[in-house]
């Protein structure tokens, strides 16, 4: 796995990849700016009640809220921008490593978009429902994170899975090789989230989780003499 890392960090600055990459760069710093704007006007706009201290009080609740619901659908909305580009990174990477085992299947920017607009959904749902916990869980903020970068990380693995194994396999044979090589998935799920909540590094985050991911597959199906 740490060899798919690193392979996939190098490919990160290819020079046929470079136009991807500042791409993906510049709309990341344009969503992360917007993000930050908005949550840092809601906290000004918070005046609930007369008492000062309670307002301050209420701002910082809402405060770590936003903080959490952010850092949860900062992953998918990297996701949705390296979904813009999905089908560039992935033949790229194909082409380039694995030359006889080009996806088949052609992956439109639209039907990424909608699996990363799914993940979007399914992150903020699952997230406003954990919220009550993450807060209570700051008197064992491990477990907070544990359960943050656990729930998180399977769901965004399972979508990147599902963008670059569309290429290749049918729904059922995805389905199938999801549940054998969910494992590892996870793993690079959790990696990328880790990556989407540190700054500067959440710039490069979308692109590095589908060139990972599609290195991933390539070994795995590889590994089965899948074609």
């Known amino acids: 796995m740490f060899k798919i890392i690193r392979t996939s960090i190098l490919d990160l600055f290819d020079s046929k990849m470079r136009l991807v990459f500042l791409k993906t760069v510049s709309i990341s710093i344009i ?3 917007g993000m930050t704007l908005l949550f840092w006007g809601l906290l000004g706009s ?13 701002s910082w609740v809402i405060g770590a809220t936003l903080f959490v619901i952010a850092s949860a659908v ?11 580009y999905s089908e560039d990174i992935a033949h790229h990477v194909e082409k380039k490593h694995y030359p006889n085992r080009v996806g088949h299947r052609f992956v439109g920017v639209v039907e ?12 903020l749902i699952v997230n406003i429902l954990l919220t009550p916990i993450y807060i209570v869980g700051g008197v064992f903020p491990i477990i907070s994170v544990l359960i943050f970068f656990g729930v998180n990380g ?20 995805r389905v199938l090789f999801w549940k054998a090589n969910r494992g590892g998935s996870v793993f690079i799920g959790v990696t ?25 597959f390539q070994y795995r199906t590889n590994a089965r003499g899948i074609q």
């Open 112 to 123: 990424s978009i909608k699996t990363g607009g799914r993940l979007l959904f399914k992150c």
């Open 154 to 173: 399977y769901l965004l693995s399972r979508e990147l899975f599902e963008i670059v194994a569309s290429r290749h396999l049918e729904r059922d044979d």
């Open 192 to 216: 990328i989230i880790c990556l989407s909540t540190v700054p500067l590094l959440n710039l490069i985050s979308a692109m590095l989780g589908m060139i990972i991911t599609t290195h991933f």
């Open 31 to 33: 969503v992360i700016l």
């Open 74 to 84: 900062l992953g998918p909305m990297m996701i949705i921008i390296g979904g813009i």
């Open 46 to 58: 918070v005046q609930i009640f007369e008492l000062n201290f309670l307002n301050k009080i209420t």
